[in-house]
């Protein structure tokens, strides 16, 4: 394969082999799973936490073997509130908490955490944070998130003798730009970035995307040019598009068929293989479909809350 090479698989993580991603073959990992049951990207995708812990589970036991070793596994995630049953208020699930658990567990490293932060009024509209002060009394307060977490997990201790046996052109040409990281503050736990808003005529249009700008200052904070960039939960392939672009070898794996136009279109051309596994669904649709029956029921909530 050549250093730009892409390739993209339909299927369930879970069931993932070597023949596809092979042991250790993986310099970095950058990804988002999907928030739990989120009312506004996932409704009542998992039919249990535990249900959606044991994904994580199955992503950290994967992400470990096709890891090399001391290399890093960088997770987008946050608390999710979710609204269960008939009561009006939802319960807020740890995910960040959880994550770290099962990564630890699995034998991971913690390395770090960055906090992503959004601009605000600039936010999705979601539930995934929480609500505005509905009633000025006690107990009635539910901040408004603007951020999100990104994990920083390591496969054991780095050995930074392969950075000195590495061809001098290939360092070189990987050599981080202190000036940018210094001027744009890459160097800080929290990084101001502004959000990808799913809105309509965007190829992310109805899709949980993370903005390029992630990828991109992972990508070249962990990985030198010519090495394999790994996103397990691929969504419209924002990964895979910035890894190409900074010239590194990219890996997805997702589970939803209906994204394939969508990937298509964000990495355009013809120069990735897209091929179809075991447990690839069709999911996008009905979660729209759950997604607007949700957005009805909340404007019909606030109608009656305000007559």
Known sequence: MDVLGLRVFFGDLRKMTSMEVADGEVSLIVTSPPYFNAPFDYPDLF?????????????????RRVLGMGRICAIVTDDMLVKE?????????????????????????YRDKITWVKPAGYTRISRRSGVVLQHPYPMYFY???IQESILLFQNGEFDYSHLKAAPGKILESSKIDTVQLNKERWNLTVWNITNVLPIPGRVEEGIAAFPEEIPRRLIKLFTMI???????????????????????????????????K?????????????????GARRLRKSLQNKIHHQRRVTKSLVLRLIL
Do not use: C, H, M, W
């Open 143 to 145: 901040p408004d998130n």
């Open 85 to 109: 049953g008939s009561g009006s208020r939802g319960r807020k699930y740890p995910l960040v908490a959880d994550t770290t658990r099962i990564f630890l567990d699995e034998g991971f490293l």
């Open 226 to 260: 010519g090495e394999t960039v790994f996103d397990p939960f691929a969504g419209s392939g924002t990964t895979l598009k910035v890894a190409r672009e900074l010239r590194r070898k990219g890996i997805g794996y997702e589970i939803d068929l209906e994204l394939k």
């Open 47 to 63: 039919p249990s936490y535990e249900n959606y812990l044991d994904l994580i589970r199955s992503f950290a036991s994967q992400s």
């Open 262 to 278: 969508i990937i298509r279109k964000k990495l355009g051309g013809e120069d990735f293989v897209i091929e179809e596994r075991e």
